[in-house]
Nanobody, 116 residues
Framework: QVQLVESGGGLVQPGGSLRLSCAASRIIFSFNAMGWYRQAPGKQRELVARITSGLSINYADSVKGRFTISRDNAKNTVYLQMNSLKPEDTAVYYC??????????WGQGTQVTVSS
């Protein structure tokens, strides 16, 4: 069983920064890909950023140039550095891992609120 634990969310003013962390219960190198998704109230969950085991990265257009996804295999952790935050970035952020059998594992989510 895989467990993913997110942390780092909180309340931040517009223009501020946060770094989210996703700690996995097993080596992340074993996953095909890991990613960050978000869900705002009344909206569908959407991809924010995704990184593969081959270090291929893709971002949602709305966060390009502001967010950076990275991984530390030694710590079994994936990060999402979020800069220049906007109120529309407010959402619950979820970490997801995909294994070679196309199974998906989700964390419990962490709230990010951007407000003055």
């Amino acid at each position: 069983q895989v467990q993913l634990v997110e942390s780092g969310g909180g309340l931040v003013q517009p223009g501020g920064s946060l770094r989210l962390s996703c700690a996995a219960s097993r080596i992340i190198f074993s996953f095909n890909a890991m990613g960050w998704y978000r869900q705002a109230p009344g909206k569908q969950r959407e991809l924010v950023a995704r990184i593969t085991s081959g270090l291929s990265i893709n971002y949602a257009d709305s966060v390009k140039g502001r967010f950076t996804i990275s991984r530390d295999n030694a710590k079994n952790t994936v990060y999402l550095q979020m800069n220049s935050l906007k109120p529309e970035d407010t959402a619950v952020y979820y970490c997801k891992a995909e294994d070679i059998f196309r199974n998906e594992y989700w964390g419990q989510g962490t709230q990010v609120t951007v407000s003055s």
